[in-house]
């Protein structure tokens, strides 16, 4: 099949292009290599997909309707899987023009193409920083999602419910995944995992929000290109009047739409991870213990039910596991 997948020099991204190339799909990558964070890196990413007959790169921004467009109607994808977007809770408080710009312009643009030309499956990446101020533990994908802590994760709602609105208009059968605490090799810079390495490995102190007491849904990232990659086959389908809504398989009452949770079941609290980190390094930390930062939220704790029944699979890798694969690239790509 044809893939169009954006947001291919990212973490997420790259992973995912990866799984569909190896599996003999061909793939058209869309990045535009924004400095948010060290270009190297993602074209790095880049140069391992071009490796692949398989995988061809376009850099544009997904803002510029025009070249967007011009991608999409020259490949015609059988399939979209849109990841790019602005990413961080916290360089939302900093930047959030980038994040309307980029995770609302951005997803309007790809949903305008999808409505004049449908793929057969769109599906897009969603987060669960839009689960909030909920305090039920673990979330759902029916939970209410009105009371969003930052402007990143108010932008991710509103690209959920555009593409609804989008999916009940033109029909278009659409995914929306959300992705809990992702970490694994060729991470993101900004993230914990890759910070707290580089501290440990350099001796410096690592800051340690709300004295560490927090749990996070800590989910590799090869479990997330798993999962996101078998619900492509999983197409939601119209709803019908003999079976509206579908809760069993998470269906929208009006539109064939659906909102899959893609996490490990399986919080861990921030000082076990730390641990972790720790044990894989064999050098201690230096903890600089401060409050909550502004956003944040105490725990986040997925429900898959639903990622199973539609999928069979589970995400399961053991923290341990996942982190000591990620030191080891860590060591051998800065060669530490």
């Known amino acids: 099949m044809r893939f169009l997948v954006t947001g291919t020099a990212g973490f997420i991204g790259f992973h995912v292009a990866k799984r569909l190339i190896e599996a003999g799909h061909d793939v058209v990558g869309i990045d535009g290599m924004t400095p948010y964070y060290d270009v190297a890196l993602k074209r790095r990413r880049h140069a391992i997909l071009l490796q692949s ?5 376009q850099e544009l921004m997904l803002e510029d309707a025009e070249e967007l467009a011009r991608v999409y109607t020259e490949f015609r994808p059988d399939v979209v899987i849109h990841l790019a977007a602005q990413a961080g809770v916290r360089y939302s408080l900093e930047n959030p023009g980038a994040y309307i710009s980029a995770n609302v ?8 193409l999808a409505r004049n030309h449908p793929p057969r499956h769109l599906l897009l990446a969603s987060t669960s920083s839009v689960y909030g101020a909920n305090t039920k533990m673990p979330f759902e994908e029916s939970d209410r999602t009105d009371h969003p802590l930052t402007l990143y994760a108010a932008t991710k709602k509103a690209t959920e419910s555009m593409a609804h609105a989008y999916a009940h208009l033109w029909k278009i059968p659409t995914t929306v995944f959300r992705f809990f605490s992702v970490y694994g090799p060729w991470g993101r810079p900004d993230m914990a995992l890759f910070k707290f390495t580089k501290a440990i ?7 340690v929000y709300n004295h560490g007491q927090m749990d996070r849904d800590f989910t590799y990232v090869d479990d997330i290109a798993n999962a996101i990659t078998l619900l492509v086959d999983a197409i939601p389908g119209d709803p019908t ?3 509206e809504t579908d809760d069993d398989l998470g269906l929208s009452p009006v539109a064939p739409f659906r909102v899959v949770n893609i996490g490990n079941g399986d919080p861990v609290r921030l ?21 909550m930062q502004p956003g944040d939220v105490p725990a986040t704790f997925a429900d898959t039910g639903l990622l199973r029944r539609l999928t069979g699979f589970q995400p399961a890798t053991p923290v341990a596991s996942g982190v000591d694969r990620f030191v080891a690239w860590y060591r051998e790509y800065y060669r530490v």
């Open 201 to 207: 490995l350099a001796d410096e102190p690592i800051d």
């Open 105 to 112: 312009v951005g997803t309007f643009n790809i949903l305008e």
């Open 53 to 57: 007959a398989h995988f061809s790169a």
């Open 271 to 291: 000082l076990a991870f730390i641990e972790a980190i720790e044990a894989s390094i064999g050098k201690t930390a230096i903890r600089n213990y401060l409050p």
């Open 241 to 243: 009047p003999a079976h």
